[in-house]
């Protein structure tokens, strides 16, 4: 297995807009390849897996689209989930006190990277 855990390019910073559209990306977890998400949320970028901590299952609700209308939490689409952007804590709804599985992310110079740990890797092609 190949041991690089350099920093990945994502997308540049003016992608991820404050509370709009997030940026997929894919990534391999526990022996499966899934998909992740960053957002923007008061200035800072944040990632997460796009899996609902209540049920295993992507949350958008439109493709892209994780933000309820306030454009302050993160919503599951499923059963209403509710998430802080900048935590991943649940802060209502079903998923009781979980919390979203964060991806770490560096952004500098205009640009978005995600740094892959051993647990969250790039999906080997």
């Known amino acids: 297995m190949d041991n690089d855990l350099s920093p990945i390019y994502l997308c540049p910073s003016a992608d991820l807009q404050e509370g709009g559209l997030a940026v997929p990306f894919d990534i ?4 499966e390849n899934l998909r992740a998400f960053a957002v923007r949320f008061e200035g800072r970028v944040h990632a997460y897996l796009n899996r609902c901590a209540h049920v295993p299952m992507e949350m958008d ?14 919503l599951c ?4 989930a509710t998430y802080a952007p900048d ?9 009781s006190g979980a919390q979203l599985l964060r991806v770490e992310l560096l952004e500098s110079d205009g640009q978005v990277h995600w740094l892959p ?5 790039p999906v080997a092609f």
Do not use: I, K, M, Y
């Not at 391999?28 to 022996?31: I, L, P, T, V, Y």
């Not at 689409?77 to 209403?80: D, F, Q, R, V």
């Not at 935590?87 to 998923?95: E, I, L, Q, Y």
């Not at 740990?117 to 890797?121: D, F, G, P, V």
């Open 87 to 95: 935590t991943g804590h649940c802060v209502a709804g079903p998923c």
């Open 77 to 80: 689409a499923t059963h209403g």
């Open 28 to 31: 391999a977890h526990a022996g």
């Open 61 to 74: 609700w439109q493709p892209n689209q994780f933000f309820d209308d306030s454009g302050q939490w993160l």
């Open 117 to 121: 740990t051993e647990a969250l890797r």
